[in-house]
């Protein structure tokens, strides 16, 4: 497991190396920038011993939109989604694994420090109903840090390198692309949480990880109980 959390460790800070390249290389806007935002809608509750989520994201200027359902249990979080693009249905079951969370800077009493730190990855099987477009793996890491700057405001940033592979994908072990975040947490209530953040996607690692697009979201998610 050690060995592991060290892969997993430095290919996610290649992926923020990458990122940073990244940022500097790209002075041009790309020609998709801003021109559409995605919005998502998250319902979270316990159901009988277990954490239970719905999730439903749409975007604006975008024939795009999906919704998820999710089981948690302690580390690992089942998942399924089913999206659809421009008439292209698509079926994606998911696993993902909760590897590290870090609190740090606590203090003495074991209340929790204002930096946190989190670890995880993603593995999904993408199935279309398209004729002519193969079903396909993917795989990402999660790395989050998060900062606690009021009782009721965390500033977050996220990036999520992934890899693709099967039919139709280069079976190696280059980054496809990168899904990058910053944005904040605003506890809105005891059961509420709005969430606006800024998202920059990043092309694979054989296009020097030049930038795709950017784009503005949200996230409003309600606790039932």
Known sequence: MKRFKSILIGMLAIAFVGTIA????????????????????NVEWNQSGYDVGLNVRNQYRSDYDHVELSVNIQSLTMAVRAAEEDGDREYRPK????????NLLDDAEGNDGPINLSLGHTLEYRYYETD???A?????????????????????????PRFEFGEGKEDDFKI?????????????????????????????????FERKEVMVGTALTIKLN
Not at 26 to 40: G, I, P, R, Y
Not at 95 to 102: C, E, R
């Open 95 to 102: 696993l993902t694994h909760s590897v590290i969370n870090w």
């Open 132 to 134: 002519g477009k193969d």
């Open 176 to 208: 496809d692309d990168i899904k990058n975040q910053v944005g904040l947490s605003i506890k809105l209530g005891d059961n509420a949480t709005f969430s606006p953040y800024v998202e920059y996607l990043m092309d694979s690692q054989d296009n020097d």
């Open 22 to 41: 990244g940022c500097k290389e790209e002075a041009v806007a790309a020609s998709t920038d801003w021109k559409k935002s995605e919005h998502n809608w």
């Open 136 to 160: 396909n793996w993917r795989y990402r890491g999660i790395a989050k840090v998060g900062l606690n700057v009021l009782d009721n405001v965390n500033i977050w940033a996220k990036a999520q």
